[in-house]
């Protein structure tokens, strides 16, 4: 769910591992509010699509 509203990136495409992208590190810091991000969708996420 973090990688649909950019907050994680697969490192390969397809891949399982993960890295934090720069909007991912801004909300860990205090600098990005989650609530202008767009909502995750449950459905994509039992669908297997990113």
């Known amino acids: 769910m973090l ?3 950019g907050l994680v990136a697969p490192i390969f495409e397809d891949s399982n591992m993960y ?3 720069c ?3 801004g909300y860990l810091d205090g600098d990005l509010d ?3 991000r ?3 969708s449950i459905q994509q ?3 297997g699509s990113k």
């Open 23 to 25: 909007e991912g590190q």
């Open 34 to 36: 989650a609530e202008n």
């Open 19 to 21: 890295e934090i992208t």
């Open 38 to 40: 767009p909502e995750p």
């Open 3 to 5: 990688s649909q509203v």
């Open 45 to 47: 996420l039992y669908n």
